[in-house]
């Protein structure tokens, strides 16, 4: 079992009373990822309110704010005990064996248009085995042929966008790879969270873009952005794709600072610390 602790703020600055917000900062309760403790601390008198999706589990937190400055600052700790398989053993699920929740994951999106990329999937994924090792292989191909590179894209820039390109930030990354899962039939969804782990080359700690594909029986873990370590990834919000999932929605004008986060793994219940590690085994904190 690993433990985090957590701890992010959002500042902005408001033009006008009476602008929305609807927030994706809580960590999800899934089967494997445990919220031991949460606070939550706004800088005006309002009356926020978390509500939870019942089919993603996605929680948002929903407030009505005043005109000047505003503050968010949400902290947590976690357990995540990961569901651990052997690649060699996970199998793809066919069409007809799907369950409900995972149809809705192989259809074209905004920025993840499948369709469009079906032939080029099948040449080049269609002839290999059909199962994990397939989907790292996918994963592994958008790695070495995309580009890290902050600020090289922005809301408008879709998985084809980044096909053409060859260079993005995490969810652009995340974007290329659940379209081609997609395109040859593999369920696939954005993930929006916090990890443990990121190169601090790349800058302080930030919002993280990765994917879950559903193979066997669960949602198993891919970073295909390279940047961080999956053992220590913290869920928020899962989706089609980013337009599902910001961490922040806004209705109205203000201004904003870059996000404030820190995340460290601490002992656990039996005074234990375990550090996520990179490992070759599968890796999913939900079914």
Partial sequence: MIRLRLALE???????????????????????????????????????????DSATRNRYLRLQAAAGPLKVAYGATIDLSHHVGDPAQIGEVPVARLPQEAL??????????????????????????????????????VLQRTTFSS???????????????????????????IALCRAINIPARFTTGIDYGADPALGPPDFHAYVEVYLGDRWYLFDPSGTAIPMGFVRLGTGRDAADVAFATIFGTVTSAAPRIAIEPIAGADGQLVVPRHCTDALSTDA
Avoid: K
Wanted: proline share 3%; aromatic share 12%; net charge negative.
């Fill in 151 to 177: 600020n090289t894209s922005d809301s408008n820039t879709s998985a084809i966008d980044t096909l053409l390109e060859t260079v993005g930030v995490c969810r652009d990354f995340a974007h290329l790879m």
């Fill in 104 to 141: 809705g994951y192989l259809y074209p999106s905004r920025y993840c248009q499948s369709d469009r990329l079906h032939r080029f999937a099948m040449r080049e994924f269609g002839q290999r085995w059909q199962g994990y090792s397939r989907v790292q292989a996918i994963r592994d191909w």
């Fill in 10 to 52: 959002l500042g902005y600055d408001i033009a006008e009373p009476g602008c929305d917000f609807i927030f994706n900062i809580h960590a999800a309760h899934t089967d494997q990822q445990r919220v031991v403790e949460e606070w939550l601390t706004i800088s005006q008198d309002l009356q926020p309110r978390v509500e939870t």
